[in-house]
């Protein structure tokens, strides 16, 4: 079946340096990629719909200069968090929409940790 | 308006017995899908099973069932003679199809915490 891989799977960093996570879709096409966080124990909220070759589209509340993301291929998006600080530490998972099918796939899931 | 709600925040159940997530969504379009996920520890999120909303046939897939209601707007999930591998997180979740094209968001529920005790 359809594969979407995150890396890495986790990461810790310092506060005040960025983060780059990526996102690929390994055997198909991924038109539009999403990217949700999740804090403990709550449900995923969608951040950002990233669609290639165009800029992202961010929800409400969310800061596209502190979350920048980037989907130069048809399979990889990127999610970069700039200038982490502790209340960034939260679990990012990205899903992929594959074009011909329509079917969603997610990723493993990214959780990062700034110290 | 949009929502997906799982009034179940945790349930405890023993070994064998059978147990009901419940899952009710709003949504103003008339052409949807609803999912439920499944999410263990480790944190990624396994598909269990995606409804559009023309077909309300209610569907079996081994110790799982769906029930989908759309005069209730409900799509309840089953777990037959649980098992301690079921205790996870499950969530509902929503896209709704916009007039005209989809937007694949999916809209999900708080989730509901399972725990099947030996």
């Known amino acids: 079946g359809a594969v979407v891989s995150q890396h890495p799977s986790w990461v810790i960093c310092k506060s005040g340096t960025s983060v780059k996570i990526e996102c690929r879709s390994l055997?198909?096409?991924?038109?539009?990629m999403f990217w949700y966080r999740q804090f403990p124990k709550q449900s995923l909220m969608l951040m950002a719909t990233s669609n290639e070759g165009s800029k992202a589209t961010y929800e409400q509340g969310v800061e596209k200069d502190k979350f920048l993301i980037n989907h130069a291929s048809l399979t990889l998006s990127t999610l970069t968090v700039t200038s982490a600080h502790p209340e960034d530490s939260s679990f990012y998972i990205c899903?992929?929409?594959?074009?011909?099918?329509?079917?969603?796939?997610f990723g493993e899931g990214s959780r990062l940790t700034v110290l | 308006a949009q929502k997906v709600t799982q009034a179940q925040t945790e349930i405890s159940v023993v070994e064998k017995e059978d147990v009901t997530l419940d899952c009710v969504y709003e949504?103003?379009?008339?052409?949807?899908?609803l999912f439920w996920y499944k999410q263990p520890p480790s944190g990624e999120l396994v598909f269990l099973i995606r409804?559009?909303?023309?077909?309300?046939q209610n569907e079996i897939s081994g110790r799982y069932s769906w029930n989908f209601q759309k005069s209730t707007s409900s799509f309840n999930f089953t777990i037959t003679a649980s098992q301690v591998v079921d205790s996870a997180v499950y969530f509902c979740?929503?896209?709704?199809?916009?007039?005209?094209?989809?937007?694949?968001?999916?809209?999900f529920g708080t989730g509901t915490l399972l725990a099947v005790q030996p």
């Open positions: 409804r559009n909303s023309f077909d309300e």
């Open positions: 979740a929503l896209i709704p199809l916009n007039y005209g094209g989809a937007t694949n968001k999916l809209i």
């Open positions: 055997d198909f096409q991924a038109t539009t």
């Open positions: 899903s992929a929409h594959e074009a011909y099918t329509g079917e969603l796939f």
């Open positions: 949504t103003r379009d008339t052409t949807y899908y």
